[in-house]
Structure formats: C-alpha cells, structure tokens
C-alpha cells in the first residue's frame, strides 16, 4: 500500500535527507537525491502528529536498512539510542505523547516552512538529483551534518 505523502511530507522527507547529504546515517551508502533509495525513516510513526514533521523523529537510511530496522525494533532503538543519545529518545518520546491536530492550515504552514528551508541547502535538478549548496565550516547550518 503506498503512503499518502502530501506537499508537507514530501518538503519534510526531502529536508532529512538534504540533512544527512542524501547518505544512510547507519551504513554511510551515498545517493545522488530524491528516488535514489534514500528514505526519511520516523523514529515514532507517522501516525503521530505531534511528532510527524519534527527533524529530531527522523533519520535518513538507505531503503535496506529502513525495512531492516522496521522489521528488528528493538536493534533500531539501540542504533537510535547510540547515534542520537538517551537524553534526545526521551525528549521525542514526550513530544510523541502531546495531542496535536493536522490541520490543513497546519500541514501547510509546514509545507512552506520546509520548502524554503530545503531551498537554503541546496537544490533538485529535474531528474531529482541533490545539489546541495557550498558551505564553509563557521557557515553551515547546524541541522545539516554532511558525513
């Protein structure tokens, strides 16, 4: 069953992937970009959206390691547990639990946010390959970690 991806997943899938240079955070594999096999992988769910558009729910992995840690759990939250720490799984879990409602006011809001935040880092061609923009050390956005 594919997944209903609205402008506000797509911009939020994109910026976690720009985020870790459209590489696997676990194994390191490099992709050129969008539909190359890179995923944007939800610490907790989709489902909720308390959580579902915040950068800290969210790693980039090559689509192995996506349906490996989807079918092995337990190892996911220990590779999570070391990459991100504790302290950050404690923190989303308390987000996770807050009620929020996506609305579509919202779920634009978010849309646009991440657009132009994508549009800061670099860009797509048309065949869906990642340009990322040029920074130095001292100039690069924190929530970008090239590997």
């Known amino acids: 069953m594919a997944l209903k991806r609205e402008a506000c997943d797509i911009?939020?899938?994109d910026c976690v992937r720009a985020r870790a240079n459209f590489c696997?955070?676990?194994c390191g594999k490099p992709f050129k970009g969008r539909?190359?096999?890179i995923h944007c992988a939800h610490i907790?769910?989709?489902?909720?959206?308390?959580?579902?558009w915040s950068?800290?729910?969210?790693?980039?992995?090559?689509s192995y390691h996506h349906r490996y840690f989807g079918e092995n759990p337990t190892e996911f939250f220990m590779w999570l547990e070391k990459h991100l720490g504790r302290w950050?799984?404690?923190v989303l879990l308390e987000k996770k639990n807050?009620?929020?409602k996506g609305s579509k006011y919202i779920k634009k809001e978010v849309a646009d946010h991440y657009?132009?935040?994508?549009?800061?880092?670099?860009?797509?061609?048309?065949?869906g390959t990642w340009h990322p923009h040029e920074f130095s050390e001292e100039d690069r956005p924190e929530w970008v970690s090239y590997n």
């Open 11 to 13: 911009h939020f899938s």
């Open 44 to 52: 907790h769910g989709r489902r909720h959206n308390s959580v579902r």
């Open 115 to 127: 657009r132009t935040l994508l549009a800061q880092f670099g860009k797509f061609d048309k065949d």
């Open 98 to 100: 807050a009620i929020f």
């Open 24 to 26: 696997c955070e676990f």
């Open 35 to 37: 539909d190359q096999g």
């Open 55 to 62: 950068l800290d729910n969210a790693v980039s992995l090559c």
């Open 88 to 90: 950050h799984l404690d």
